[in-house]
């Protein structure tokens, strides 16, 4: 008879765990019942602290997901009885200071994991609880949307006797910290009156520190906390309307190494790097040709060497990069073991070329091909042409840029044919003496009426040194080019019926590209300016439409 009891109440237990009849799963999170002592307790001595909710729970990552303001140290401890969160204090509490448990999704049920809401617990260790505000977002410097769910924004008091430097956020902990929630709104409550310095970064290794790598934002101007009734928003500072801060990631401040160094292939070589490289110098006792990628962050590099699969480089550029890298071929995998055992034994080296272009072009586009291996030699009948409509074949050279690896066509094609395009296997050499391998593709030519054009209007004063960009619905930059202050409509001409969307920057360095903030050159990022409506380009027509770029 006592072993029935255990059993019966298992058997309870475990009924209430699941919907006999099928019901609607439990998507309702727990709710606080109470808490002991009770929020906004002062004179608070207490070294435990406990919130009851009305269904059992667990904890998710509470470390990370509950974040005390100001940070204590050593953390405090959290621990779960039955329906109770118990959180267990240092003893290192400072005296007359008002301590806010800021809770992010660190609760739930325990039967369905339904995650509670923003929750808060304060107390003070003095007889005053403090009650300003102070909120405002943070959006990412380029997309103006939310940055993502690890951004921290930190405050730092300032006083007249105060030693803040630029390096504070890198060696002191801040007076007060937030997180950003998922649309990039952030609140900092139970605040003491003063002025403080405002810092947020992409803190994913949550130490509360700057270090350098992540993305920052910041402004020099001092901020006061304000009063802001429960579930008020905030009134309007008209000094900073709807406080905002623009976070980038400055790749200058990135510290510059070498990532990946590896041959690809005999004598092709890739090195990758943390950030763009600044005038990059290779050095070595081979011979080699190299090309840096647009991005700046990858080299590819090959050896004039024939069969070249082990040697040393010394890469170095203007950030200070210098490391020298011993690079040998690694063994060959089985698969590409059986694709070399697979070839013939007395087959020539080959390479891949590339067309860059689809099935369609347009009569204005200019049409080129790429080589995987530099070419250095190319034959004066290199590419065929075949006018498919009235079978006219034309034979025309190559001539590739001083890499060897791009090649134009250059030849005016006729708008409403279709052309075959042929590169005869052997035509070109690279420069290990292999030969290509044959290519061919076809193109329609479009005449202009099969494209659209965009007018764009800009009313009133453009930014200084502005810079206009058509992209795709995605984000990617289709077309870039400056827009000077004496015109004032521009043009996108001959574009794919599709979607577009345009943007400007204000190039303030002139350096024809975006460029981010920078923390310790005290340097916001550059203005963007985003056209709020979607261009639908279809065939044979011109959209017009008018910008109001400063507002």
């Not at 209430?16 to 606080?32: E, H, I």
């Not at 999704?105 to 325990?110: C, K, M, R």
């Not at 050095?283 to 699969?309: E, F, K, Q, Y």
Request: hydrophobic share 40%; charged share 20%.
């Amino acid at each position: 008879m006592l072993l029935a009891v255990p059993v019966a109440f298992l058997l309870v237990s475990c009924a209430k765990q699941g919907y006999p009849g099928g019901g609607p799963r439990d998507v309702t999170p727990p709710a606080v019942v109470s808490m002991h002592p009770a929020s906004a307790t002062t004179h608070f001595s207490a070294r435990t602290f406990r919130i009851n909710f009305d269904e059992f729970i667990v904890l998710n990552d509470a470390d990370n997901n509950i974040i005390v303001s100001p940070p204590v140290r050593p953390k405090p401890q959290y621990s779960v009885k039955g329906k109770s969160l118990v959180v267990q204090l240092p003893d290192t509490l400072q005296p007359g200071v008002t301590y806010l448990f800021q809770m992010h999704g660190a609760v739930a049920d325990f039967t369905e994991g339904n995650r509670i809401g923003p929750l808060e617990y304060a107390f003070s260790t003095g007889a005053l609880i403090d009650s300003l505000s102070l909120q405002g977002r943070v959006v990412d410097a380029y997309l103006d949307k939310p940055y993502g769910k690890t951004v921290t924004v930190m405050l730092y008091r300032h006083t007249a006797d105060s030693l803040w430097s630029d390096s504070t956020v890198t060696l002191s902990p801040p007076s007060y910290v937030a997180r950003c929630n998922a649309d990039g709104t952030f609140r900092f409550n139970y605040m003491a009156d003063g002025l403080y310095r405002i810092v947020a970064i992409d803190d994913a290794d949550r130490n509360l520190r700057y270090n350098g790598n992540e993305a920052v934002a910041s402004l020099d101007t001092l901020l006061r906390p304000v009063h802001i009734p429960a579930g008020a928003a905030a009134p309007p500072d008209t000094s900073r309307p709807g406080l905002t801060l623009r976070i980038s990631c400055d790749s200058s401040q990135i510290v510059q190494r070498v990532t990946k160094s590896d041959f690809v292939a005999p004598g092709r070589i890739v090195v990758a790097t943390a950030g763009p490289m600044q005038q990059p110098r290779l050095l070595c006792d081979d011979s080699l040709v190299w090309r840096l990628t647009p991005g700046a962050d990858t080299l590819h590099i090959w050896m004039r060497r024939p069969g070249c699969n082990s040697t040393v480089l010394r890469l170095c550029d203007a950030s200070g990069l210098d490391d020298t890298l011993k690079l040998q071929l690694r063994k060959k995998t089985s698969a590409r073991r059986r694709q070399a055992d697979a070839a013939p034994a007395d087959a020539e080296p080959s390479f891949a070329l590339h067309f860059q272009f689809g099935q369609t072009a347009g009569v204005f586009d200019t049409l080129s091909l790429t080589s995987v291996n530099p070419v250095v030699h190319s034959s004066d009948t290199a590419l065929q042409l075949l006018n498919l409509a009235d079978s006219v074949r034309t034979s025309l050279p190559l001539r590739f840029d001083s890499l060897g690896l791009r090649a134009r066509i250059d030849t005016v094609l006729s708008a409403g044919c279709k052309y075959q395009l042929t590169v005869p296997a052997g035509a070109l050499v690279d420069l290990w003496g292999g030969k290509n391998a044959e290519l061919t593709a076809s193109v329609d030519i479009q005449g202009e009426e099969r494209y659209g054009n965009i007018f764009l209007t800009c009313q009133g004063p453009l930014p200084p040194n502005t810079v206009v960009q058509l992209t795709d619905e995605q984000g990617r930059v289709r077309l870039s080019q400056p827009w000077p202050d004496s015109i004032p409509r521009i043009a996108f001409k001959n574009l794919s019926p599709g979607k577009y969307r345009i943007q400007a920057f204000g190039d303030l360095d002139s350096n024809g590209r975006w460029t981010p903030g920078s923390y310790w050159l005290h340097r916001q990022p550059e203005p963007v300016y985003r056209f709020e409506k979607t261009f639908d380009v279809r065939e044979n027509w011109d959209i017009e439409e008018t910008w109001q770029m400063l507002r």
